[in-house]
């Protein structure tokens, strides 16, 4: 993990929210240490099982998601987005995927919103490990095994001000997608042994 301790840069700007792509969270509950966090779940089916998961871990659930058409509101999104900023205002950490469902590794508004209606500050992270299954579904979702060699990447945190107009903030979603995507393909690279690539707003190392 490097920083070595990226705790430290989450003590500084408590509560933080992070920023991560879909179909790569399944091992983020166990780098929460003692931090208070909610995790973004969806309101389908699918996401009764990830809700009963993140209860056994201690995490707790806001229920809605974002979406690219026009079923927002039907999907528990604004009060779903009510609920986070209520839950970042209490000291909650949240957590959530930046890409909206069906549309992999490009950032959607709703975390950007978030983070100018909130005042935190958006952490990107990658976690991949060396010993992996990859779904062939739409966010390439990847199975963990065990025995892996493990990379943590923890970007840069990125602040969208709170009277941002229209230019920054998609200036803010282009640079949190180009992050996303830097720490993930470093990542990768950090967890399978190959050269580190620079990333300019990344960083990160291998652990076993």
Same mark, same amino acid.
């Given at each position: 993990?490097e920083?070595a301790?990226?705790?430290?840069?989450?003590?500084?700007?408590q509560p933080v929210?992070?920023?991560m792509?879909?179909?790569?969270?399944?091992?983020?509950?166990f780098?929460?240490r003692?931090y208070?966090?909610?995790?973004?779940i969806?309101?389908?089916?699918?996401?009764?099982?990830n809700?009963?998961?993140?209860?056994?871990?201690?995490?707790?659930?806001v229920?809605?998601s974002?979406?690219?058409g @026009? $079923?927002?509101?039907?999907?528990?999104?604004?009060?779903?987005f009510?609920?986070?900023?209520?839950? #970042? =205002? /209490?000291?909650w950490?949240?957590a959530?995927?930046?890409d909206?469902?069906?549309i992999s590794?490009?950032?959607?508004m709703?975390i950007?919103?978030?983070?100018q209606?909130?005042?935190r500050?958006i952490f990107?992270?990658?976690?991949?490990?060396s010993r992996?299954i990859v779904?062939?579904?739409w966010?390439r979702?990847?199975?963990?095994l065990?025995?892996s060699?493990?990379?943590?990447?923890?970007?840069?945190?990125?602040r969208?001000p709170?009277?941002?107009?229209?230019?920054?903030l998609?200036q @803010? $979603?282009s640079?949190?997608?180009t992050?996303?995507?830097?720490?993930?393909d470093h990542?990768?690279a #950090? =967890? /399978?042994g190959?050269?580190r690539i620079a990333?300019g707003?990344?960083l990160?190392?291998?652990?076993?």
């Amino acid at each position: 993990m490097e920083p070595a301790d990226p705790y430290r840069m989450y003590d500084a700007n408590q509560p933080v929210i992070i920023g991560m792509w879909h179909g790569q969270h399944f091992l983020l509950p166990f780098l929460r240490r003692n931090y208070r966090f909610k995790v973004l779940i969806s309101r389908h089916t699918d996401g009764e099982i990830n809700a009963i998961a993140a209860e056994r871990l201690g995490i707790g659930a806001v229920r809605g998601s974002g979406d690219h058409g @026009r $079923r927002f509101q039907a999907k528990g999104g604004v009060a779903g987005f009510k609920e986070m900023i209520e839950s #970042l =205002a /209490d000291g909650w950490n949240m957590a959530l995927t930046a890409d909206v469902p069906k549309i992999s590794r490009v950032s959607g508004m709703g975390i950007i919103k978030l983070a100018q209606i909130s005042g935190r500050p958006i952490f990107p992270i990658s976690l991949a490990t060396s010993r992996r299954i990859v779904l062939d579904n739409w966010d390439r979702s990847e199975i963990n095994l065990p025995f892996s060699r493990v990379a943590i990447v923890v970007g840069d945190p990125i602040r969208v001000p709170t009277d941002a107009d229209a230019q920054i903030l998609e200036q @803010r $979603r282009s640079e949190l997608e180009t992050a996303l995507n830097a720490a993930s393909d470093h990542a990768h690279a #950090l =967890a /399978d042994g190959r050269p580190r690539i620079a990333a300019g707003h990344s960083l990160g190392a291998a652990c076993d």
